[in-house]
């Protein structure tokens, strides 16, 4: 009896830990991902409404750093019409989508350093 709940315990602690590796962003490299996010994300999210499909504008400071995390959810990622883009890029380099939150976390509303892109 035991047994079975120690081993129970163990396979839900294994679990939360691995969980917990694949969502959590953070850490990345921000001068990265300010050139990423600049490249591949103000395309379409600049001030003007431009390419292919134009959307609202997006800097750091469009966002709280909690609105951040959230926007960078993969539930909410799924519900994004430029989930494609995302998907690419994350194929395309490992880190890139991290580099990107770290940037706009970084420099988020309600950060330290808050920033404007331009
Ligand atoms: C092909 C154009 C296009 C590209 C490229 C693009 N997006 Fe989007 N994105 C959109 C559209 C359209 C929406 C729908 C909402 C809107 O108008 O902003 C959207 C929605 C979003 C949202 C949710 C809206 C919000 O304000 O929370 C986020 C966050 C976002 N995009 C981030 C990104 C990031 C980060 C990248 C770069 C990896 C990116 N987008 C690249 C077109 C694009």
Redesign the pocket.
Known sequence: MIKTTLTILLALLVLAATSSVVFAYGGGNYRKGKYL?RK??R???AEEAK??????S?SPV?KTMDEWVK?FEPESVAK???KD??DK?AAESKGA?ND?FTYLHKHAKDSPTPLKCK
Do not use: Q, R
């Open positions: 996010f591949h994300c395309v379409c999210h390419g292919p499909k134009p959307a609202k997006l469009s926007a994004y019409p430029c883009v995302w890029l989508l990107i």
